[in-house]
């Protein structure tokens, strides 16, 4: 099976950044253009597993209103497809994708993963409440678009043993955390590469064809801000990185 470069995405804006998590719609252009440039096999997280091909994939957090006014008619423009990552609970509400839209993208070949069902931190929750936000998700996903969800994306990141073994025990096949790096078949949980705010145009080339450096230097400062917030705690940890990058 093919390496897996799968990179994360959270709200797309056509103008300024609100949040470290904002990306900008010219920087996805350029990396759509990029990837064409560069003969990018882009596939969903699920066709990679399945088909055994595709070397990146786009995934896209928490079913922002974004996903379908503006991810959406980009990927068909390039004739792409993506994974995106909806929360049930969010669903709806204002500044997210209705249902509609949602089972609209899957119709279109789209992939719908699930960001568990409200997005909590999974590993401060009892065994029982972390099963409920993982089964009913998937659930409540399915129901909408007729169509099994066999992809979860750990909320924050926030990922152990026990969320995998509760994930697949539930039937998630393909589980993936927030760790940089790119995967291969026998890697039980799948890296994402975050792109965010901070990053810029020329950082697109080494970003679609990392080498050892690069994730190298990725896996660093995934690194320290995993002991920061070790130390500091989820709430401390939170409060610092709104004050660093206003998110």
């Known amino acids: 099976m093919s390496l897996i470069n799968v990179l994360i995405f959270h709200r797309i804006v056509k103008y300024d950044n609100d949040s470290w998590t904002d990306v900008k719609l010219c920087l996805l252009e350029s990396l759509l253009a990029n990837a064409v440039k560069n003969r990018k096999h882009v596939v969903t997280i699920d066709h990679w597993r399945l088909n055994n091909s595709g070397d990146l994939a786009l995934s896209f957090d928490d079913g922002y209103l974004s996903d379908y006014d503006i991810v959406f008619p980009l990927l068909k423009k390039f004739d792409f497809h993506a994974t995106f990552f909806v929360v049930p609970e969010f669903v709806g509400k204002e500044g997210y994708m209705k249902w509609e839209q949602v089972k609209e993208m899957s119709d279109s070949g789209m992939e719908i993963g699930s960001h568990s069902l409200s997005h909590k931190y999974l590993t401060a929750l009892s065994d029982q409440d972390m099963i409920k936000e993982l089964q009913n998700s998937k659930n409540i996903i399915e129901s909408h678009i007729s169509k099994e969800v066999t ?5 924050y990141g926030d990922y152990s043993g026990k969320v995998y073994k509760f994930a697949t025990m539930v039937g998630y096949k393909n589980i993936c955390n927030s760790s940089p790096g790119l995967s291969h078949a026998k890697k039980k949980v799948i890296s994402r590469n975050s792109i965010n705010s901070t990053t810029k145009t020329d ?3 080494p970003i679609l064809n990392p080498d050892f450096l690069t994730i190298f230097k990725r896996k660093a400062g995934y690194f320290v801000f995993s002991y920061m917030k070790k130390i ?4 401390n940890y939170l409060r610092l990185r709104r004050l660093m990058f206003g998110s």
């Open 151 to 155: 992809s979860f994306s750990c909320p």
């Open 203 to 205: 950082q697109l080339g």
């Open 232 to 235: 500091l705690g989820v709430n």
